[in-house]
Nanobody, 123 residues
Framework: QVQLVESGGGSVQAGGSLRLSCAAS????????MGWFRQAPGKERERVAT????????VYADSVKGRFTISQDNAKNTLYLQMNSLKAEDNAMYYC????????????????WGQGTQVTVSS
């Protein structure tokens, strides 16, 4: 089992920045991909970014390219999401997820989920 705990959410004005963290514990050796998802009220959960743990290859949603950066610190078993130039449409609950697949484009390929951290952007 793998446990994921997010932190770093909060309220910020449009144009501001936040950095989310996700601390992983447990049998993390089985994890091949990690990602950030978000879900706004009344909307489906969508993938924001994925990082593949062995290669560090990154994939971003078009809506966040150039503004968000996903990264990992393997020594600390921690995943990060640096969010810059935040917009009102970035308002959502953000979830950290981890998967055991070599290719993780879809939500159902992630096996473990955190409880989420709220990001509120005011315009």
């Amino acid at each position: 089992q793998v446990q994921l705990v997010e932190s770093g959410g909060g309220s910020v004005q449009a144009g501001g920045s936040l950095r989310l963290s996700c601390a992983a514990s447990g049998y993390t050796g089985s994890i091949l991909c990690m990602g950030w998802f978000r879900q706004a009220p009344g909307k489906e959960r969508e993938r924001v970014a994925t990082i593949y743990t062995s290669s560090s290859n990154r994939v971003y949603a078009d809506s966040v390219k150039g503004r968000f950066t996903i990264s990992q610190d393997n020594a600390k078993n921690t995943l990060y999401l640096q969010m810059n130039s935040l917009k009102a449409e970035d308002n959502a609950m953000y979830y950290c997820a981890a998967g055991r697949s070599w290719n993780c484009p879809e939500r159902n390929q992630y096996n473990y989920w955190g409880q989420g951290t709220q990001v509120t952007v005011s315009s």
